[in-house]
C-alpha cells in the first residue's frame, strides 16, 4: 500500500514535515495520506482516491470543502483588503461586524470580542484576561484554573495545562496552579449502583471541595467543554452544569464554555451551553466560527466580564494583548460569511433534521458485543470498543484496537478518528442520509473485521 520510491509524495511528507498527534510507527508502516482537494465532504489524495471525512476535518470544515459562497467571500476581501491588525485603536470594517454579530448570537444580552487566531491562543487569552482583571481588583492571587481531567483546551502552554491528558507529562506539564477534576464520564466513571444523579452530586461536590481546599480567592476561573470533544465525545450527566454553576457563582469564579467544538449548530444548537440549559460568563469559539475556511479564534465575553475587562484596562490605559492577524479581516469577512451559511442556509437545520438517524445508526452499532457505549450529542458521537462489554473491560493496549479500526476505515475510503478506545464521529452539516449510510456501512465492516482479528 505504501508508495516506496523516494519521489513519492508518502517519502517527500516523510522527508520533511512533522506530523502533530500521529502514531509514527503506523506512518512508517502505511505512509502519509497527501490530500489534494475536496468535494463536499470528500477528500481526494494524490492517487486520486476518495475518502468520506466522517471527521469534517478537524471537527471544523462542516460546510464541506468546496463551499462557493465561502470561498468568494474570502475572494471578495482578499480583493478588497487583504490584511490588518486590531491594535492601536484600528481594526477593519469586517472584524467591526463580526464582533457584532457574535454577540447578537451570543447567549449575552451585551458584550465584547477579542481574536486570536487558534482555539489554543483563545483558552490562553482567556486566562491571561482573567488574572489580568483579578490582578487589578486587588486579587492577584487569584491564578489557579480549574478543567476536567480528559478535557481538550489546546496545546499552547498555558491551554495544554487546561487540557487533561496524560500525554501533556512529556512536556513537564501542567504547570502549577492547573487543577483536574474527575471527567464527567457517567458510564466509565460512575460507581457501582451509583444513579446518574448520585454521579452529578458527587462531581458537584468535588467542586466544592477543590475550591475549599484551594482557597476560592485562588481560584481564577473554571472551564469546560459543554460536551467533551478530543476527550471522546463525552456529554455531561443529567444536571452537571446546574450543579455547578451555582458552586461556582457562590465563590466568585468565573465560568468559560470552551465551544470551539460545540458552537456554531454541532449539537443541534448554535452553543453547547444553550443545549444544556445554562449561561456562561464567556464563550471560547474556533473551528466552526470560519467553517474551516481561516485560522481564527474568539473569546466573547458576556457583561460581566466585559465591564471587568474594561475597567482594568482603562487603570492601565491598555489592555497590553493581542496577536499580528487578530480580527484579520479575511478571517472576519469568512468568519460573517460561516455563521450566515450556518444559521441561515439550512446547515444548523440539517444537523437537527440528521441527528435522529445518526443515533438510530449508533444505537444499533451497540448490539455488536464488542461495543460498550454509543455516546453523543447532535451530529458528534464515539464508540467505545470493550474486549468485554459487563465489565467495560478495554482492549489490551498493545492490540491498538481504535487504530486498526480507524486504518481499515481509510483502507475502504472513510476518514474516521480513533480516540482512546473509542471511534469519534463528527460529519460534515451538509451530509446527506445516504452519506451517514455510506459512513456506517464501512465503520461497521470495518468493526466486524477487526473484532474478528482480535476476539
Ligand atoms: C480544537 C480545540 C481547541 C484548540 O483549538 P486549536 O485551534 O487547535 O488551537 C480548544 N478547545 C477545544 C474544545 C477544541 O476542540
Redesign the pocket.
Known amino acids: 500500500m505504501k508508495d516506496q520510491s523516494p519521489n513519492s509524495w508518502e517519502a517527500r511528507a516523510d522527508a520533511h514535515s512533522f506530523y502533530g498527534f500521529t502514531d509514527l510507527p503506523t506512518i512508517e508502516n502505511r505512509g502519509a495520506t497527501v490530500l489534494t482537494h475536496g468535494r463536499g465532504p470528500y477528500v481526494f489524495d494524490v492517487h486520486g482516491r476518495q475518502f468520506l471525512d466522517a471527521n469534517s476535518g478537524?471537527?471544523n470544515m462542516v460546510a464541506g470543502f468546496d463551499h462557493a459562497g465561502l470561498a468568494q467571500a474570502a475572494k471578495d476581501q482578499y480583493d478588497r483588503f487583504p490584511g490588518y491588525h486590531a491594535f492601536f485603536g484600528r481594526m477593519s470594517d469586517q472584524t467591526v461586524m463580526l464582533s457584532e454579530k457574535l454577540v447578537e448570537v451570543s447567549p449575552f444580552e451585551s458584550g465584547k470580542v477579542f481574536y486570536t487566531?487558534?482555539?489554543?491562543?483563545?483558552?490562553d487569552t482567556m486566562v491571561k484576561m482573567l488574572w489580568f482583571l483579578h490582578g487589578s481588583e486587588g486579587h492577584d492571587q487569584r491564578r489557579k484554573i480549574i478543567t476536567r481531567k480528559n478535557?481538550?483546551?489546546?496545546?499552547?502552554a498555558v491551554?495544554a495545562s487546561m487540557t487533561g491528558k496524560p500525554y501533556n507529562s512529556v512536556f513537564g506539564l501542567p504547570l502549577p496552579g492547573f487543577l483536574h477534576l474527575t471527567c464527567p464520564h457517567y458510564w466509565r466513571e460512575g460507581q457501582p449502583g451509583e444513579t446518574e444523579a448520585q454521579f452529578t452530586a458527587r462531581l458537584a461536590a468535588e467542586l466544592e471541595e477543590m475550591i475549599l481546599r484551594e482557597g476560592a480567592d485562588t481560584i481564577a476561573g473554571f472551564f469546560a467543554?459543554p460536551v467533551l470533544?478530543?476527550g471522546g465525545v463525552i456529554p455531561p450527566p443529567e444536571g452537571y452544569f446546574q450543579a455547578l454553576q451555582p458552586i461556582l457563582q457562590k465563590y466568585g469564579i468565573p465560568l468559560i464554555s470552551?465551544?470551539?467544538?460545540?458552537g456554531f449548530g454541532r449539537t443541534g444548537h448554535t452553543w453547547g451551553c444553550e443545549a444544556y440549559g445554562f449561561v456562561p460568563d464567556a464563550i471560547?469559539s474556533?473551528?466552526n466560527l470560519t467553517a474551516g475556511y481561516f485560522?481564527m479564534?474568539a473569546v466573547i465575553l458576556g457583561p460581566q466580564l466585559t465591564q471587568r475587562l474594561q475597567a482594568a484596562s482603562e487603570a492601565i490605559e491598555e489592555f497590553p494583548h493581542g496577536f499580528t492577524a487578530s480580527g484579520h479581516p479575511v478571517g472576519s469577512a469568512i468568519a460573517l460569511k460561516a455563521i450566515d451559511v450556518i444559521m441561515n442556509e439550512g446547515l444548523a437545520e440539517n444537523v437537527r433534521r440528521l441527528t435522529p438517524y445518526f443515533e438510530a445508526h449508533m444505537q444499533r452499532l451497540l448490539e455488536n458485543p464488542n461495543i460498550g457505549e454509543a455516546r453523543g450529542k447532535g451530529l458528534m458521537g464515539a464508540l467505545e470498543a470493550v474486549q468485554d462489554k459487563g465489565s467495560k473491560t478495554p482492549f489490551a493496549a498493545e492490540l491498538s484496537v481504535s487504530e486498526r479500526i480507524a486504518n481499515t476505515c481509510t483502507d475502504h475510503g472513510l476518514i474516521c478518528r480513533p480516540l482512546g478506545q473509542s471511534i469519534v464521529l463528527c460529519p460534515a452539516f451538509i451530509f446527506t442520509e445516504s452519506h451517514i449510510d455510506e459512513m456506517f456501512e464501512k465503520l461497521e465492516a470495518a468493526l466486524k473485521q477487526v473484532f474478528r482479528e482480535v476476539a
Open positions: 478537524l471537527w487566531n487558534s482555539g489554543s491562543e483563545a483558552n478535557a481538550y483546551h489546546g496545546v499552547t491551554s467543554e470533544g478530543a470552551d465551544e470551539v467544538i460545540c471560547i474556533s473551528k485560522p479564534g
